[in-house]
């Protein structure tokens, strides 16, 4: 099923104020270890990949094509922008969060110094990436986020559902890119490298320097979630490799397009993910600045 949502850029705040943002997911602390290095990852790998898709963008005069960009860029810049907002307090409690943070900042400083034409294909990788991690973590939604703290939650979901709506976006940009095309390959890989290994080593370095780390039980469900990740992403990412594919030819998991239909573009804010369809609970206004 295909989103049935128009695009647009949903600027969300979230309030983390009565939370422990480390701690956000009281059932599954490994699963937040994990979604908390992706956090810490975003302020640097999305300014990258807008900065490569804007200027890649900048070379094509389909004012269509340019018109997706703007919307895409205006998402991906609130993504990140929420990400910070909720990073500040990780980095300020976690040592290993500051490292990590540092060594994101050095992997998308090193990736800036690469040609605009790689970039545009690194960029339509990692939305492929983006978009395996949504299909696979709305495939268990409840397993992964019932008991989790409802803002923290709805941020992470809210970037994924996102993820699904423009997915096509950063590839058309890549398609219309003289040369990058080719560069695909070798941006499949290093998004592959970057992004999953920063987000496996990350996240298994914040659960080392958690207090659950000798639960063995913590440590199956991690194999378990790496080995069903890797099972959705690697077929989609070695299809997207084919001549002839396009984003758009993927099926939308339903849920997620679903839930952005019930955004409110008056007080910026969506139902948090447990009230979806029952016009309950919402995130938290105001909205970011723009
Ligand atoms: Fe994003
Ligand atoms: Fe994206």
């Known amino acids: 099923m295909q ?10 705040s979230f309030d983390y104020s009565n939370i422990d943002v480390s701690a956000w997911h009281p059932r599954l602390p490994e699963f937040a270890c994990g979604a908390n290095a992706i956090s810490i990852l975003m302020p640097h790998a999305e300014p990258y990949v807008i900065r490569a898709v804007r200027s890649a ?41 500051r490292l990590l943070d540092r060594v994101g900042r050095r992997i998308f400083g090193w990736l800036g110094s690469r040609s605009p034409a790689f970039g545009a294909a690194f960029a339509a990788a990692f939305e492929i990436v983006a978009f395996a991690s949504a299909r696979w973590t709305e495939e268990r939604l409840t397993d992964l986020m ?24 950063a590839h058309d940009v890549m398609v219309a890119t003289e040369g990058s095309r080719r560069f695909y390959p070798l941006g499949t890989l290093t998004a592959f490298v970057f992004l999953i290994g920063f987000t496996l080593f990350g996240g298994l370095a914040l659960f080392v320097s958690s207090r659950h780390v000798f639960n063995p039980i913590r440590w199956m469900r991690l194999i378990g979630w790496g080995f069903s990740l890797a099972w959705v992403l690697l077929p989609l990412l070695a299809s997207s490799l084919t001549r002839d594919f396009h984003p758009e030819s993927l099926v939308d998991p339903p849920w997620m397009a679903q839930w952005l239909m019930e955004f409110d573009p008056v007080t910026n804010t969506l139902p948090v993910w447990t009230q979806a369809g029952m016009g309950l609970g919402r995130t938290s206004a105001p909205p970011l600045a723009a």
């Not at 094509?65 to 307090?89: K, T, Y």
């Not at 019932?146 to 976006?169: F, N, P, Q, R, T």
């Open 57 to 97: 963008a900048r070379q094509s005069d389909d004012r269509d094509l340019r018109h997706n960009v703007d919307i895409w860029a205006g998402q991906e810049a609130a993504h990140f922008r929420a990400h910070r907002n909720f990073n500040e307090q990780l980095l300020a409690q976690s040592r290993v969060a």
């Open 146 to 169: 019932a008991g989790a703290d409802d803002e923290a939650a709805s941020l992470y979901l809210w970037h994924l559902a996102e993820e699904i709506e423009h997915k096509g976006v």
């Open 3 to 12: 989103s049935n949502s128009t695009p647009v850029v949903r600027r969300i």
